[in-house]
């Protein structure tokens, strides 16, 4: 028939432009891509006859699909373009240099080191330099003199080190972020048939002819028509912003779209457009072109109308060359093709734009930023100080003291006195702020992210890592991540009998063997299979949902072949097919027979199923009358027994339509699922993975609560819950079912409250046969909670399509690597490519690691900071010179950022890190111990530096360095003082390895590489410096004893730890801590109500409000903290080219993609989820009917019903994953 169509279709319509071998166009197809519904059916009517046809002209078949030959592939893919957008470049090399260069205090020590150079080579004239004062004079011998420019070029010398520094820091981490995309990109698979084998290829490579087969939880990667489907929906919300789902026919609306998401049902499809050419492909080139970022959404859709109708135009002029040129041009839109980042249509956003209340950055990052400005107004404070006393000294002392008048000789000798003094008063400016920070924490979580990978954690938003390590309650699935998810049929009731393991097929009647067998086979998803295993005396593989493998190896063991059966009935001889769905809770098949009556098998959470069953098989093969008190029975002798020993039940039944009767009506489901006959009941049992316990006893010590919620029936999830240690004898723990949780937390109108919440959440343990929406409801409950004095912070997993509210709503979602849909990774944080619990706990590990590093780094950097600020200050004040040169104090600036940043915070983590409760959402950065050692070691330093400075000439027996003139040459007494500092930084760098006050410091320092060379590294170029430094580094070469001084004093540090470190915090009341996070309440109404247009509430910039501004604009440093960490996330920003700053919001808030619909009490609105075939289901309520949801006044947001409103409340902390950083809301707002 298809040849027929084919040749018919080809002789009547005429069409000029076949181009190449195929029998359509790439411009037809994409014409035909963008109808709907009745036009689309109609186009493929006029110019191909049907999808037959369209299927000959692409030289495939509907059957057996392309034949995969790797010439025409090829050839299909020049003709047709590839499946996948092509990325937005990176930035340069050079841009980077060019940002890191925007750094305000690096900007004013290069202006003072040039105006340094240039007044350097002024020479006055003879006659004056004799009377311009006693602190000049003398020192102008000719050598001397020419040596002048030295520091100037140092000056600049180290700052082109700084910025190499930072932008190689920003290179590498983009490059890393790209690997990482890339790598989520190559791990996301598509089935395909290709002739005639069901295989599954990278996404990347689909091409224009392809039979692909979609099932629930897909994200479709590819633009097609559909060839056959079961019960499909989609949810198109990402294109059009509709948030029903569609229903697809191949009558009525055979269309599907890249970029939109499966929310039930099965089916194949011809695949017509590809990457660039696709929906959303399109899209992705229009938004590349650039709309306007604040029109509204309306002007949006015309805007978008009318540009798709000038592609169009442009198409019939160009070709199809041309424009794939053109979207490649345009490369803001050009990003990979983004398989988990699904795409969103401009206008999506918009509305999103519009319901989001404010968000907050992530909790590290708000306790940083506000560190940051508080040390930077310190140290801004301080700088000017040093500056204005130096200035004032001079003048009393040259004018006032020597009475000396102002002459015009000497006016560039002041001048360069003066600079210098600037330039003094920088270095401190430069050495206060911690610009270190910001790069400590983006190695930290580089590093993190990097190592996560192999304990099998794919991070995909950075401060996720950070979040886990805070927190205190997990609410996991039980299948596959408790679970091994290998199901087995281990016990059935059948013919009137409970086998307690698989009976023989003897002892089963032949009628009842052949209605299972036949049953099984038919209505169980043909994609799922058991397949040979890989490794020879291994275990079959299970293909597919795992509760249909277990019944297919059920059939198995009982001797018979699933796979002759469906060979014998392929799928589209299946009259209808009612898909798994978490409101149904079961599956049926219908089929025809040739009488013209009909069957339907069905299966289904045994509960359920039970209850719509009036008949029930006996041994003898027939059916005798099935009464609500035998299924009482029945439930008593046979469910609760298995259900106790953990095994999930499912009940397999079916029932005649007799012919007579004529067809039944198909859609109204409530008649059709009744009156089936019972067949059998199965128990299935789930293993507990072997590791999980040992993993859930570390959580519970770590302070950590894991909480069971699951759609299996109450007493599987108890028996396994025990197993695993969730739940242990004897204590007073709940375990509550979905619909006793709802009764208990909504009140008489049928409101959830959060007070009921509160009196349930802390005791709960377990959540069984719970709906999506509970699992919702719980996370909320509980992150919402003002019970305990600190907030929850929760991390969920989830695999399902529905699981993503959840995912969403929590502070941290893991989704499933490998049972998880697409719609759940979508949501989540991270994902587990492994599925396995013990995987969480290694993240918790990490999460603990990156804060501890961070504080660690804290610990050393501060120190430095006081003791390097107070030097050059109090140097400068009383010998009018600082101590530490300018070149001097940019190195130590190195050693303590940039390499301690490496060296801190790369430690491993260690398993004791899982022995203290989490820390709090307002604990301090630094804690009182950290205080302790920071004054501690901060006055031990001081101590010996300036015992060093006052008295160090007479200790040694060399020339004091003080008071030398302008350009004297450098001493050996300021070399040992700079070479002692340094010595203590280096050693000070091992006590910061501990910060709670353990003893040993060296505790495993040899596990941690990075740290070792970077400590020998930095020894070996201080060698080099101060021996041959010289004059750049105002340095002389010392003697061995001096040396062996300068470390013993070094090494004093290490002595005066353990001293410290005996002292009991407790003991020191006068301690305050620092760095808490802000808490809401903080911020006064007018403020807020000040920041309403602001995107974000940011406190550093509530920091700035209070006054000098204009001062902090050179705080640049925050700017770099913020750029670093923004750099990082924009590099993993999914839509890189296409959202417009404002709109990316926080990525904890929920998505508007997948328009997850949350709805409690209609059945109608399916939300499916058949990874298991009860897993994290709502319960149809059958026994009450839930009183209908007051009537929203906001019936555009999609999660209305239930009074569940999906908005992220403020109080949650996100980080914005938005290039809108503090100081680009600053600028704005200055």
Request: proline share 5%; hydrophobic share 40%.
């Given at each position: 028939?298809?040849?027929?169509?084919?040749?018919?279709?080809?002789?009547?319509?005429?069409?000029?432009?076949?181009?190449?071998?195929?029998?359509?166009?790439?411009?037809?197809?994409?014409?035909?891509?963008?109808?709907?519904?009745?036009?689309?059916?109609?186009?493929?009517?006029?110019?191909?006859?049907?999808?037959?046809?369209?299927?000959?002209?692409?030289?495939?078949?509907?059957?057996?699909?392309?034949?995969?030959?790797?010439?025409?592939?090829?050839?299909?893919?020049?003709?047709?373009?590839?499946?996948?957008?092509?990325?937005?470049?990176?930035?340069?090399?050079?841009?980077?240099?060019?940002?890191?260069?925007?750094?305000?205090?690096?900007?004013?020590?290069?202006?003072?080191?040039?105006?340094?150079?240039?007044?350097?080579?002024?020479?006055?004239?003879?006659?004056?330099?004799?009377?311009?004062?006693?602190?000049?004079?003398?020192?102008?011998?000719?050598?001397?003199?020419?040596?002048?420019?030295?520091?100037?070029?140092?000056?600049?010398?180290?700052?082109?080190?700084?910025?190499?520094?930072?932008?190689?820091?920003?290179?590498?981490?983009?490059?890393?972020?790209?690997?990482?995309?890339?790598?989520?990109?190559?791990?996301?698979?598509?089935?395909?048939?290709?002739?005639?084998?069901?295989?599954?290829?990278?996404?990347?490579?689909?091409?224009?002819?392809?039979?692909?087969?979609?099932?629930?939880?897909?994200?479709?990667?590819?633009?097609?028509?559909?060839?056959?489907?079961?019960?499909?929906?989609?949810?198109?919300?990402?294109?059009?912003?509709?948030?029903?789902?569609?229903?697809?026919?191949?009558?009525?609306?055979?269309?599907?779209?890249?970029?939109?998401?499966?929310?039930?049902?099965?089916?194949?499809?011809?695949?017509?457009?590809?990457?660039?050419?696709?929906?959303?492909?399109?899209?992705?080139?229009?938004?590349?072109?650039?709309?306007?970022?604040?029109e509204d959404e309306e002007k949006e859709e015309k805007k978008k109308e009318k540009e798709r109708k000038k592609e169009k135009k442009n198409k019939k002029q160009d070709g199809s060359a041309e424009n794939r040129k053109k979207a490649k041009a345009q490369d803001g839109a050009a990003m990979e093709m983004q398989p988990l980042n699904s795409d969103e249509g401009a206008d999506a956003e918009e509305k999103r734009k519009a319901n989001l209340p404010k968000k907050e950055k992530s909790v590290l990052q708000g306790k940083l930023t506000r560190l940051a400005v508080q040390i930077g107004k310190a140290g801004l404070v301080m700088s000017a100080i040093t500056v204005i006393i130096l200035v004032v000294l001079f003048i009393v002392n040259t004018f006032w003291v020597q009475g000396l008048p102002w002459e015009k000789s000497c006016t560039p000798i002041y001048i360069q006195f003066f600079v210098k003094f600037f330039i003094i008063g920088v270095t401190?400016?430069?050495?206060?702020?911690?610009?270190?920070?910001?790069?400590?924490?983006?190695?930290?979580?580089?590093?993190?992210?990097?190592?996560?990978?192999?304990?099998?954690?794919?991070?995909?938003?950075?401060?996720?890592?950070?979040?886990?390590?805070?927190?205190?309650?997990?609410?996991?699935?039980?299948?596959?991540?408790?679970?091994?998810?290998?199901?087995?049929?281990?016990?059935?009731?059948?013919?009137?009998?409970?086998?307690?393991?698989?009976?023989?097929?003897?002892?089963?009647?032949?009628?009842?063997?052949?209605?299972?067998?036949?049953?099984?086979?038919?209505?169980?998803?043909?994609?799922?299979?058991?397949?040979?295993?890989?490794?020879?005396?291994?275990?079959?593989?299970?293909?597919?949902?795992?509760?249909?493998?277990?019944?297919?190896?059920?059939?198995?063991?009982?001797?018979?072949?699933?796979?002759?059966?469906?060979?014998?009935?392929?799928?589209?001889?299946?009259?209808?097919?009612?898909?798994?769905?978490?409101?149904?809770?079961?599956?049926?098949?219908?089929?025809?027979?040739?009488?013209?009556?009909?069957?339907?098998?069905s299966k289904g959470a045994s509960e359920i199923l039970l209850k719509k069953c009036y008949k029930i098989l006996t041994a003898t093969g027939e059916a005798k009358v099935f009464r609500p008190r035998d299924r009482d029975d029945m439930v008593k002798k046979v469910i609760e027994p298995m259900a106790s020993e953990g095994l999930r039940t499912i009940c397999l039944a079916y029932r005649d339509f007799p012919a007579t009767d004529g067809e039944p009506d198909w859609e109204n489901e409530s008649d059709i699922l009744t009156s089936l006959t019972c067949v059998c009941v199965v128990g299935i049992e789930d293993p507990v993975r072997p590791e999980v316990p040992d993993a859930i006893r570390k959580c519970q010590r770590a302070g950590i609560t894991v909480r069971m919620v699951t759609g299996d029936n109450i007493n599987t999830a108890r028996a396994i819950a025990t197993k695993c240690g969730i739940l242990q004898p004897g204590d007073d723990f709940l375990?509550?079912?979905?619909?006793?949780?709802?009764?208990?937390?909504?009140?008489?109108?049928?409101?959830?409250?959060?007070?009921?919440?509160?009196?349930?959440?802390?005791?709960?343990?377990?959540?069984?046969?719970?709906?999506?929406?509970?699992?919702?409801?719980?996370?909320?409950?509980?992150?919402?909670?003002?019970?305990?004095?600190?907030?929850?912070?929760?991390?969920?997993?989830?695999?399902?399509?529905?699981?993503?509210?959840?995912?969403?709503?929590?502070?941290?979602?893991?989704?499933?690597?490998?049972?998880?849909?697409?719609?759940?990774?979508?949501?989540?944080?991270?994902?587990?490519?492994?599925?396995?619990?013990?995987?969480?706990?290694?993240?918790?590990?990490?999460?603990?690691?990156?804060?501890?590093?961070?504080?660690?780094?804290?610990?050393?950097?501060?120190?430095?900071?006081?003791?390097?600020?107070?030097?050059?200050?109090?140097?400068?004040?009383?010998?009018?010179?600082?101590?530490?040169?300018?070149?001097?104090?940019?190195?130590?600036?190195?050693?303590?950022?940039?390499?301690?940043?490496?060296?801190?915070?790369?430690?491993?983590?260690?398993?004791?890190?899982?022995?203290?409760?989490?820390?709090?959402?307002?604990?301090?950065?630094?804690?009182?111990?950290?205080?302790?050692?920071?004054?501690?070691?901060?006055?031990?330093?001081?101590?010996?530096?300036?015992?060093?400075?006052?008295?160090?000439?007479?200790?040694?027996?060399?020339?004091?360095?003080?008071?030398?003139?302008?350009?004297?040459?450098?001493?050996?007494?300021?070399?040992?003082?700079?070479?002692?500092?340094?010595?203590?930084?280096?050693?000070?760098?091992?006590?910061?390895?501990?910060?709670?006050?353990?003893?040993?410091?060296?505790?495993?320092?040899?596990?941690?590489?990075?740290?070792?060379?970077?400590?020998?590294?930095?020894?070996?170029?201080?060698?080099?410096?101060?021996?041959?430094?010289?004059?750049?580094?105002?340095?002389?070469?010392?003697?061995?004893?001096?040396?062996?001084?300068?470390?013993?004093?070094?090494?004093?540090?290490?002595?005066?730890?353990?001293?410290?470190?005996?002292?009991?915090?407790?003991?020191?009341?006068?301690?305050?801590?620092?760095?808490?996070?802000?808490?809401?309440?903080?911020?006064?109404?007018?403020?807020?109500?000040?920041?309403?247009?602001?995107?974000?509430?940011?406190?550093?910039?509530?920091?700035?409000?209070?006054?000098?501004?204009?001062?902090?604009?050179?705080?640049?440093?925050?700017?770099?903290?913020?750029?670093?960490?923004?750099?990082?996330?924009?590099?993993?920003?999914?839509?890189?080219?296409?959202?417009?700053?404002?709109?990316?919001?926080?990525?904890?808030?929920?998505?508007?993609?997948?328009?997850?619909?949350?709805?409690?009490?209609?059945?109608?609105?399916?939300?499916?989820?058949?990874?298991?075939?009860?897993?994290?289901?709502?319960?149809?309520?059958?026994?009450?009917?839930?009183?209908?949801?007051?009537?929203?006044?906001?019936?555009?947001?999609?999660?209305?019903?239930?009074?569940?409103?999906?908005?992220?409340?403020?109080?949650?902390?996100?980080?914005?994953?938005?290039?809108?950083?503090?100081?680009?809301?600053?600028?704005?707002?200055?």
């Amino acid at each position: 028939m298809a040849n027929n169509s084919y040749s018919g279709v080809k002789n009547s319509v005429a069409e000029p432009n076949h181009e190449g071998e195929f029998g359509c166009s790439l411009k037809e197809l994409r014409s035909l891509m963008e109808l709907r519904g009745a036009e689309g059916i109609r186009k493929i009517q006029e110019s191909f006859g049907d999808v037959n046809g369209l299927c000959g002209r692409l030289k495939s078949s509907p059957i057996d699909g392309l034949s995969g030959n790797p010439v025409d592939i090829d050839k299909r893919k020049s003709e047709f373009g590839q499946n996948f957008i092509p990325p937005k470049k990176p930035k340069t090399f050079l841009q980077l240099v060019w940002e890191a260069l925007q750094d305000v205090t690096l900007i004013i020590l290069e202006v003072a080191a040039i105006v340094s150079l240039g007044l350097s080579f002024y020479r006055p004239p003879e006659s004056g330099s004799k009377n311009c004062g006693k602190g000049t004079g003398g020192v102008e011998d000719e050598g001397e003199a020419e040596a002048g420019w030295i520091e100037g070029a140092a000056i600049l010398l180290s700052v082109i080190c700084v910025v190499l520094v930072t932008a190689f820091n920003d290179w590498s981490k983009e490059k890393q972020f790209r690997g990482l995309q890339s790598r989520i990109e190559q791990e996301q698979k598509f089935t395909v048939v290709r002739d005639g084998q069901v295989i599954q290829i990278p996404v990347a490579e689909i091409v224009v002819g392809d039979i692909a087969q979609i099932k629930y939880g897909d994200l479709l990667p590819a633009d097609g028509i559909l060839i056959q489907g079961n019960d499909l929906k989609i949810d198109e919300s990402s294109l059009t912003g509709e948030s029903d789902h569609v229903k697809k026919t191949q009558e009525k609306d055979p269309m599907l779209l890249s970029g939109t998401h499966v929310m039930e049902g099965s089916g194949k499809m011809l695949v017509t457009a590809v990457g660039v050419n696709s929906q959303t492909g399109i899209i992705f080139t229009l938004l590349g072109a650039g709309t306007e970022d604040d029109e509204d959404e309306e002007k949006e859709e015309k805007k978008k109308e009318k540009e798709r109708k000038k592609e169009k135009k442009n198409k019939k002029q160009d070709g199809s060359a041309e424009n794939r040129k053109k979207a490649k041009a345009q490369d803001g839109a050009a990003m990979e093709m983004q398989p988990l980042n699904s795409d969103e249509g401009a206008d999506a956003e918009e509305k999103r734009k519009a319901n989001l209340p404010k968000k907050e950055k992530s909790v590290l990052q708000g306790k940083l930023t506000r560190l940051a400005v508080q040390i930077g107004k310190a140290g801004l404070v301080m700088s000017a100080i040093t500056v204005i006393i130096l200035v004032v000294l001079f003048i009393v002392n040259t004018f006032w003291v020597q009475g000396l008048p102002w002459e015009k000789s000497c006016t560039p000798i002041y001048i360069q006195f003066f600079v210098k003094f600037f330039i003094i008063g920088v270095t401190v400016l430069v050495v206060a702020v911690p610009e270190g920070l910001p790069l400590a924490v983006t190695i930290s979580l580089a590093y993190s992210v990097k190592k996560m990978m192999k304990d099998n954690n794919l991070v995909r938003h950075l401060d996720a890592c950070e979040t886990m390590g805070n927190a205190t309650a997990i609410c996991s699935d039980k299948t596959g991540t408790l679970t091994m998810n290998r199901m087995t049929v281990v016990q059935a009731y059948i013919a009137d009998k409970h086998y307690r393991r698989v009976p023989e097929p003897e002892v089963i009647p032949a009628s009842i063997m052949d209605l299972l067998v036949l049953g099984i086979s038919v209505n169980c998803a043909y994609t799922t299979k058991i397949m040979p295993p890989e490794k020879e005396g291994g275990l079959p593989r299970q293909v597919g949902n795992k509760t249909e493998c277990a019944l297919l190896g059920f059939v198995l063991d009982l001797k018979k072949d699933y796979q002759a059966i469906r060979n014998e009935i392929p799928e589209e001889k299946l009259y209808k097919v009612y898909t798994f769905n978490s409101v149904r809770k079961s599956m049926s098949t219908v089929l025809k027979n040739a009488d013209g009556s009909f069957r339907m098998f069905s299966k289904g959470a045994s509960e359920i199923l039970l209850k719509k069953c009036y008949k029930i098989l006996t041994a003898t093969g027939e059916a005798k009358v099935f009464r609500p008190r035998d299924r009482d029975d029945m439930v008593k002798k046979v469910i609760e027994p298995m259900a106790s020993e953990g095994l999930r039940t499912i009940c397999l039944a079916y029932r005649d339509f007799p012919a007579t009767d004529g067809e039944p009506d198909w859609e109204n489901e409530s008649d059709i699922l009744t009156s089936l006959t019972c067949v059998c009941v199965v128990g299935i049992e789930d293993p507990v993975r072997p590791e999980v316990p040992d993993a859930i006893r570390k959580c519970q010590r770590a302070g950590i609560t894991v909480r069971m919620v699951t759609g299996d029936n109450i007493n599987t999830a108890r028996a396994i819950a025990t197993k695993c240690g969730i739940l242990q004898p004897g204590d007073d723990f709940l375990c509550l079912e979905g619909k006793e949780f709802n009764r208990r937390i909504r009140n008489e109108k049928g409101e959830i409250e959060q007070e009921r919440i509160d009196k349930i959440w802390p005791k709960l343990r377990v959540l069984a046969r719970s709906s999506p929406t509970d699992k919702h409801t719980l996370v909320k409950g509980i992150i919402d909670s003002t019970v305990e004095e600190q907030r929850q912070v929760v991390a969920v997993t989830g695999d399902g399509t529905n699981d993503g509210p959840a995912l969403k709503k929590a502070d941290v979602g893991f989704a499933m690597g490998i049972a998880g849909t697409d719609v759940a990774k979508e949501a989540s944080d991270i994902i587990l490519t492994d599925d396995n619990f013990t995987s969480i706990v290694k993240a918790v590990m990490w999460g603990r690691n990156v804060y501890d590093s961070i504080s660690k780094f804290l610990q050393f950097q501060l120190t430095v900071n006081v003791v390097a600020v107070i030097v050059a200050f109090t140097g400068a004040c009383i010998t009018q010179d600082s101590p530490l040169k300018a070149v001097q104090m940019l190195w130590v600036n190195l050693i303590m950022d940039t390499f301690a940043s490496l060296a801190l915070a790369t430690e491993p983590p260690t398993e004791s890190l899982l022995l203290r409760k989490p820390y709090g959402r307002n604990k301090p950065l630094i804690s009182r111990t950290m205080m302790k050692n920071i004054l501690g070691h901060g006055v031990y330093q001081l101590t010996i530096i300036f015992t060093l400075l006052f008295a160090g000439e007479k200790i040694f027996d060399i020339d004091s360095g003080r008071n030398a003139p302008l350009h004297a040459p450098p001493s050996e007494h300021y070399t040992i003082v700079f070479n002692t500092f340094v010595m203590m930084q280096l050693f000070n760098e091992i006590n910061a390895r501990k910060i709670h006050g353990e003893r040993n410091v060296f505790d495993g320092i040899f596990n941690n590489m990075i740290f070792c060379s970077i400590v020998f590294g930095t020894f070996v170029i201080q060698i080099v410096i101060v021996q041959f430094g010289g004059k750049p580094f105002s340095c002389v070469g010392l003697s061995i004893d001096q040396w062996l001084w300068c470390i013993f004093l070094g090494f004093g540090c290490l002595l005066w730890g353990q001293v410290i470190s005996s002292i009991p915090t407790s003991r020191l009341k006068f301690l305050k801590t620092a760095g808490h996070g802000t808490q809401k309440e903080e911020i006064p109404e007018e403020e807020l109500e000040d920041m309403e247009d602001l995107d974000e509430i940011d406190h550093a910039e509530r920091e700035l409000r209070r006054g000098q501004i204009l001062w902090f604009r050179g705080l640049n440093r925050i700017q770099t903290q913020i750029r670093v960490v923004n750099a990082f996330r924009s590099s993993l920003s999914p839509y890189e080219g296409l959202e417009k700053p404002e709109s990316r919001t926080s990525i904890h808030n929920f998505m508007t993609h997948p328009e997850f619909r949350i709805e409690d009490s209609e059945p109608h609105i399916p939300l499916i989820d058949d990874t298991d075939v009860e897993d994290d289901a709502p319960t149809k309520r059958n026994a009450t009917p839930t009183p209908p949801p007051p009537p929203s006044p906001n019936q555009n947001n999609n999660a209305v019903d239930s009074g569940i409103h999906l908005f992220v409340d403020s109080s949650k902390p996100a980080t914005p994953s938005a290039p809108a950083s503090p100081m680009h809301s600053l600028e704005t707002s200055l």
